[in-house]
């Protein structure tokens, strides 16, 4: 049991270039999220799904998209990289119940030069 | 929208000792969860303790205790006996239940805890 898993660990990217970022979890979990954490900040939602073919946007979706065609798999896309997107990025799922854990992926580390 | 607010952005203490983390959070919402959360140099997040709102007492996990205080919307996180195992950040988080936990968790900053030899 892997739990989450996140690729890759780390990324450079030039401004205006697109990657996605890829997410799965073996937990057969229907809650899943994507967070980034900036430097000395806490985490905030970006987007989140509650089951495969549903997605909603959380606090700061500008920028993002995403994608749920399997309960698995959660992948995170930039399309135009800026460099305000430099940030570390996680992935989450829980089972459906709100007191249940959350839990974390190992995230990426993404720099937009 | 709510907001978790952690006034501490760094503590040091002596191994062994006792050490509290505050955290305010403001809401309109009458049932919701509450959580502690550990993140050590491995960047990984790792749930320390959780708290139901409509629960009056205080929850416990070995060392770590919280006192909950839901009318001044306080969640102070008490570590006993520190270790050398406890230097990371944490966080403190929320979680409305009206959403069914869908809609993810809000953090606060975050409390950079260092425990000293």
């Known amino acids: 049991n892997a739990g989450v898993t996140q690729t890759p660990k780390f990324r450079i990217l030039k401004i205006g270039q697109s990657m996605t970022l890829q997410c799965t979890q073996d937990?057969?979990?229907?809650?899943m999220y994507w967070y980034r954490q900036d430097p000395g900040m806490g985490l905030k939602l970006i987007y989140y799904?509650?089951?495969?073919?549903?997605?909603d946007k959380g606090e700061v979706p500008n920028g993002y998209n995403v994608s749920r065609s399997t309960t698995e798999d959660f992948p995170l896309r930039l399309e135009l990289a800026a460099p305000s997107q430099t940030s570390v990025y996680f992935c989450?799922?829980?089972?459906?119940?709100?007191?249940?854990?959350?839990?974390f992926g190992p995230g990426t580390r993404l720099t937009v030069l | 929208a709510q907001t978790v607010t952690q006034s501490q952005p760094e503590m040091s203490v002596q191994e062994a000792e006792t050490v509290t983390l505050s955290c305010t959070y403001d809401?309109?919402?009458?049932?919701?969860?509450l959580f502690w959360y550990k993140q050590p140099p491995s960047r990984q997040m790792i749930l320390v303790i959780r708290?139901?709102?409509?629960?009056?007492q205080n929850a416990t996990e070995n060392r770590f205790s919280v006192n909950f205080q839901k009318a001044a919307k306080s969640f102070s996180l008490k570590i006993s006996d520190s270790q050398l195992g406890d230097t990371a950040m944490y966080f403190c988080?929320?979680?409305?239940?009206?959403?069914?936990?869908?809609?993810?968790?809000?953090f606060g900053k975050g409390t950079h805890l260092i425990i000293q030899p």
């Open positions: 809401t309109s919402e009458s049932n919701y969860y």
């Open positions: 708290q139901e709102a409509y629960k009056q």
């Open positions: 799904s509650v089951g495969a073919g549903i997605t």
């Open positions: 988080a929320f979680m409305k239940h009206s959403g069914g936990g869908a809609d993810g968790l809000t």
């Open positions: 937990m057969n979990h229907n809650y």
């Open positions: 989450a799922s829980s089972s459906d119940n709100s007191y249940n854990e959350q839990f």
